[in-house]
């Protein structure tokens, strides 16, 4: 068995089932100040989806897009772009690179700098504390965890059951971020995050047609409903075909063919669409959901036959209800409270300091607060959508908040009008919005939609986890001229909406 550690040791005070970015922090805060010994068990490439297959390389293919389309809305230079393309070739090497063109040695290297083993296999629980690794050879190898084993399976793209599709080979998030040919013409079917991001960069790419096709009649409906249409507006322009309201009954694919990641997987492909009309497209891009990888990880043998498939119930502690013994966490996608790498990262801190305060007997009594406790990070869970115009996102919408039975007082502001944006761009496009929490008049949301509203994320983040009085804000004051100043604004909106 190929393994970084000596294949004859079998017992350690954690083990991290899965070693994806998450598994990888819930190490590392688990050993770090605590003295326990640490292993992350990874059949595949450690680090995880995120590091080759999601985060990293699409965000890679969408610089060079959002670049080029800044730059032709630039006096001064859109004349120097005028009738000019992306070298496509040149963008997929700077992704090669930053994916370490599908090499995890950095990765292993930085494990094992910071005292943590790394037992190449597949893991599958076989009892309290116990893990079983299957290796590249097929030989089976025993780990004993001392105190906790961590859960960190992630997830895979879910392609649904429609006569045809998966008989057709469709791409997935894994083929779309790694491709090494653009399609001349592709169906995105899924109007989501992923829908839409792999739309943006296609069209940037090359692809002559690119159309998206969602059953809702709207994109992106988790967010507040103009960041939808602002976003629809942007894909149009750049010459997407949106297909809203709309879904596929059947594929056909006469000639499908395993052509590995990333490359067209056979002939045409002909998509009927539920009013009996066709469409044919060179590729498929299937980007409606993603299933737990819970169904092949043993967990019948600790009581949880019930949830093979499904995500983890867990507590606040990352602590997997329904097994005694506080020894089983689970974090990032195998849990299912946030589909976010710097969420599952953010649970695996929280169970690394629970595991280690465990451990010691250093566990405060009474509810755990702090450190201790994810409950207040998902309360106010951040979220980037990079499409163009970008998506800033944090804690509740207005319709979740009313859901949720908040007092809500909520005040919007055109960020063209900044002008932090306006020298950007002259023809900038973007929107803010609060969601204040009247009773205790404290933001419970934030969204900004436009270009680089990312950096204006972590900001409302505070605000919402630390609960900031919007009088105080008043006293956080925005340089000029950046896009910041649309926080002065929107208090100064708000100030006139109240006094009428």
């Known amino acids: 068995m190929a393994a ?17 970015a998450a598994g990888e922090n819930a190490a590392q805060y688990a050993g770090q100040f605590s003295g326990l010994d640490t292993v992350l068990v990874e059949a595949a490439l450690l680090g995880g989806e995120c590091s080759y297959w999601a985060c990293m390389p699409s965000k890679g293919l969408l610089r060079p897009v959002e670049i080029m389309n800044t730059a032709r809305h630039l006096p001064g230079v859109a004349s120097v772009v005028e ?6 070739a040149a963008a997929l090497a700077r992704r090669d690179a930053i994916v370490n063109h599908l090499s995890d040695d950095s990765q292993i290297s930085w494990a094992l700098g910071a005292g943590i083993d790394v037992v190449r296999g597949y893991g599958r629980l076989t009892g309290e504390r116990t893990v079983a690794v299957t290796g590249p050879d097929g030989a089976v190898r025993t780990l004993t965890a001392r105190h906790a084993v961590v859960i960190d399976t992630g997830s895979s793209p879910l392609v649904p059951g429609l006569p045809g ?8 998030s894994r083929d779309v971020t790694n491709l090494h040919e653009v399609p001349r013409r592709v169906a995105v079917l899924g109007g989501g ?3 839409c991001e792999s739309a943006t960069w296609l069209r940037g790419l090359g692809a002559a047609e690119v159309s998206v096709i969602h059953r809702d009649a709207a994109l992106l409906t988790r967010q ?14 750049s010459g997407v075909d949106l297909l809203l309201g709309r879904s596929v009954t059947a594929v056909r694919r006469q000639d499908a063919r395993d052509t590995g990641v990333g490359h067209v997987h056979g002939g045409e492909v002909t998509l009927t669409l539920d009013d009996g009309s066709e469409r044919t497209v060179d590729e498929i891009v299937v ?8 169904a092949d990880i043993g967990l019948s043998s600790v009581g949880l036959a019930e949830s093979e498939g499904r995500y983890l119930d867990v507590d606040d502690q990352q602590t997997v209800r329904g097994v005694d013994g506080q020894w089983l966490y689970a974090i990032g996608d195998a849990c299912g409270r946030a589909l976010l790498t710097h969420m599952g990262k953010y649970q695996a801190r929280v169970a690394g300091e629970v595991i280690a305060a465990r451990a010691l007997g250093r566990m405060p009594a009474g509810a755990p607060q702090g450190r201790f406790s ?9 979220q980037v959508t990079f499409t163009d115009p970008e998506i800033g996102s944090v804690g509740l919408t207005e319709r979740d908040a009313r859901q949720a039975g908040v007092d809500v007082e909520t005040v919007e502001y055109d960020m063209a009008q900044l002008a932090g944006t306006y020298v950007q761009r002259e023809d900038y496009t973007g929107r803010a919005k609060l969601v204040v929490d009247r009773g205790g008049d404290t933001l419970v949301g934030a969204t900004f939609v436009g270009s680089g509203v990312a950096d204006l994320v972590h900001s409302a983040t505070v605000a919402v986890v630390g609960r900031v009085p919007l009088d105080l804000l008043w006293h956080a004051v925005p340089s000029y001229p950046t896009p910041s100043e649309v926080w002065l604004r929107l208090l100064e909106t708000l100030d006139r909406q109240r006094r009428g």
């Open 4 to 20: 970084s550690v000596d294949p004859e040791r079998s017992e350690w005070d954690v083990i991290v089932v899965g070693g994806a």
């Open 83 to 88: 009738g000019a393309s992306i070298d496509v």
């Open 165 to 172: 599709l998966r008989e057709a080979l469709p791409w997935t």
């Open 193 to 195: 995050v992923v829908g």
């Open 224 to 237: 507040e409903p103009f960041a939808g249409e602002m976003v629809a507006a942007g894909l149009r322009e």
């Open 287 to 294: 980007a409606t959901g993603r299933a737990p990888n819970t």
């Open 374 to 382: 994810a409950a207040e990070g998902h309360r106010a869970l951040p």
